[in-house]
């Protein structure tokens, strides 16, 4: 049962793209709680319908909408939906991204993959932008929030060379636009979160084995929760974070701060 909201974001039209799962979930219910209307968006029409239902039983207005953010047309589709619908946007969390499992090194990736990966996690942020920014200012400002990764500070043996590249470019791309839109009243913020306990990451990480050895370079000695992230979209989405825009805004358990991790 999700709990009732609190209204730090009353009055405010936030859109949610991965909305059906981990991190996107996870902040369309913060969101909800704290008061804001929501439109959840994903590509799985199942998932994204059951996040806005359970945003709804906070007692915020929800809608699903199924949308590929890697899609121009799909982008400009649930702007437009959020706009008519609940009358403006405030708040674009620009959240949606995969992690290919054959995603490897130069030699490894296939062209394939790195497409695939730079169409959704880089290219959907830029769509995102492209039509959420001017809905933002037809409402006389607004937060854009970017999901990024702690990835796109670190090199990492692992290798994911695409979602690596895709997750810098959207930290590049973040403060571009921050700097472009600071006077608009349009802050612009990349997010970038440690290793989480959600299905993206324990996908790779299939066994025990793989997570004590990931576990390894944690300070915190644990994965984050995506609920950690929420509380961290809730703030960069309200007007408690007026006056941060191009920000790198980590939420890792202090992965990126580490060299040697305690016993
Ligand atoms: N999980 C982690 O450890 C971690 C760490 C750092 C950053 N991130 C980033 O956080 C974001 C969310 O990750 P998560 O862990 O919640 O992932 P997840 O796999 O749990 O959820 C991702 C959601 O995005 C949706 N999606 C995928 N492709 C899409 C597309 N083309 N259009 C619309 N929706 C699409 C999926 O259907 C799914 O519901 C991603 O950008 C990811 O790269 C995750």
């Not at 709680?33 to 994903?42: F, I, K, P, Q, T």
């Not at 007692?59 to 590929?68: H, I, P, S």
């Not at 960069?236 to 941060?244: G, M, P, T, V």
Request: with cysteine; charged share 20%; net charge negative.
């Amino acid at each position: 049962m999700a709990q009732q909201k609190t209204g730090r974001l009353e009055s405010k039209v936030a859109l949610v793209t991965g909305a059906g799962a981990g991190i996107g979930r996870a902040s369309c219910i913060a969101l909800a709680r704290e008061g804001a209307r929501l439109l959840a968006v994903d590509c799985d029409a199942p998932s994204c319908e059951a996040t806005a239902a359970q945003a709804r039983e906070t007692g915020a207005e929800a809608l699903a909408f199924v949308a590929d953010v890697s899609r121009a047309e799909d982008c400009r589709a649930m702007v437009e939906c959020a706009e008519q619908n609940f009358g403006a946007l405030h708040v674009l969390f620009n959240n949606a991204g995969i992690s290919h499992l054959e995603d490897g090194d130069a030699e490894s990736t296939d062209e394939a993959v790195w497409d695939l990966t730079m169409n959704v996690n880089l290219k959907g942020v830029f769509l995102g932008c492209k039509y959420g920014i001017p809905a933002l200012r037809r409402a006389g400002g607004g937060s854009v929030i970017n999901t990024a990764s702690f990835v796109a500070l670190l090199g990492a043996a692992t290798p994911q060379l695409a979602y690596t590249a895709s997750k810098g470019g959207v930290l590049a791309l973040s403060r571009e636009l921050a700097v472009r839109h600071a006077r608009e009243q349009v802050r612009v913020n990349a997010l970038c979160p440690g290793p989480l306990r959600t299905e993206l990451l324990m996908r790779q990480l299939d066994t025990e084995a793989k997570r004590q050895r990931r576990l390894v370079h944690l300070p915190m000695g644990r994965f984050g929760e995506a609920r950690e992230i929420a509380d961290a979209v809730v703030f960069l989405a309200s007007d408690e974070s007026s006056f941060i825009t191009g920000a790198t805004f980590l939420v890792d358990g202090g992965v990126a701060a580490a060299y040697v991790t305690p016993e």
